[in-house]
């Protein structure tokens, strides 16, 4: 069976930027993932918090190489936009990939 790579980033934005930060991560991170040879999908969650929007992409991929082609050699480390600072509370440093079976 083949092995997919899972890549979770997670994110947050004051809740009354949910909607546009949503609109804006489409334009941005979504389309640079969905553009990327080698992923397998894209799933964006997110969830209220009171005064906070937790975001997180979760992206599959065939093999470690394409993340690095996504995100570069450093491949654990988040990639951010330019324009996240307009909408992001934090910057966490890096990202969770996971072995991914699918049965």
Not at 36 to 45: A, E, F, I, M, R
Request: charged share 20%; with cysteine.
């Amino acid at each position: 069976m083949p092995t997919i790579i899972t890549r979770i980033w997670h994110g947050t934005t004051a809740a009354h930027h949910a909607d546009d930060y949503l609109r804006y991560l489409e334009a941005s991170g979504l389309a640079d993932y969905k553009n990327t040879p080698g992923n397998l999908g894209v799933q964006v969650l997110r969830r209220l918090d009171g005064a906070i929007c937790h975001f997180w992409t979760v992206t599959r991929w065939d093999s470690y190489e394409s993340i690095q082609r996504f995100a570069g050699p450093d491949y654990d480390q988040a990639r951010y936009y330019p324009d996240d600072a307009q909408y992001l509370l934090e910057f966490e440093p890096t990202v969770l990939h996971c072995e991914t079976f699918e049965y």
